[in-house]
């Protein structure tokens, strides 16, 4: 009989223990989904506050109105521009309210428009900056694009013409990406068969594609991809 007590006991315990585990375990895995919602719904786990620091000029913006687009890896839909002088993302809320979203290597924001922007590492120059993606994902080769908003015053301009005394230049350059490296695309079918270890110029010669126009470089990416 006592046997059979303590038998039942133990068993009792070993139960009790199983349950409180498995309710931890969910409590543990219901928290963190709720703090991911609530830092989500709060802006905390993707956006900064974007400071009133007067850099709301149209000339920054590849679009000044904001678009419609998402983050890879979240489900909620936002409205995000892009600003080339800070190098920016922003996200605008229902309230009107500015952010800046957080720069992490690998992060990828998809607007309405078909617009894709990648956080990305520059090889050989030591750049982290957002590139807007002109090619297909998953390919081998992929087809990037920088922008950068530069002043340039002009001292000489007297008070009456305030107006003209900042000009803005939009600097444009293009990147090939593969094996993990984003590189700038070089300047000379030469230089190319150097960069890829393979006879780039015949094809660049072929199909008389110039490294210098983008609807050019986006067919080449193409040809390569195939």
Do not use: C
């Amino acid at each position: 009989m006592h046997n059979g007590l303590f038998k039942l006991n133990n068993m009792k315990k070993i139960t009790f223990l199983l349950l409180s585990v498995i309710s931890i375990n969910l409590f543990a895995q219901n928290s963190n989904d709720l703090l991911n919602d609530l830092s989500s719904q709060t802006n905390g786990l993707l956006y900064n506050r974007k400071s009133n620091d007067g850099k709301d000029n149209s000339k920054y913006y590849l679009d000044e109105k904001f678009k419609k687009g998402y983050v890879d890896g979240y489900s909620d839909s936002g409205n995000y521009r892009y600003n080339m002088f800070t190098d920016n993302i922003e996200f605008e809320d229902s309230k009107g309210g500015k952010y800046t979203l957080v720069k992490n290597i690998g992060t990828v924001v998809r607007l309405e428009n078909g617009v894709v922007f990648e956080y990305v590492n520059i090889n050989g120059i030591n750049l982290q900056k957002f590139l807007q993606v002109l090619s297909s994902d998953n390919n081998k080769y992929k087809l990037y694009k920088s922008y950068q908003v530069k002043e340039i015053v002009n001292e000489n301009v007297n008070s009456y013409n305030e107006q003209n005394k900042v000009k803005y230049n939009t600097i444009i350059n293009y990147f090939i990406g593969f094996n993990n490296s984003i590189v700038e695309i070089p300047n000379s079918p030469k230089k190319f068969t150097n960069l890829l270890g393979f006879d780039v110029g015949s094809v660049i010669k072929s199909n008389n594609i110039s490294l210098n126009k983008e609807q050019d470089l986006i067919k080449l990416i193409d040809l390569l991809n195939k």
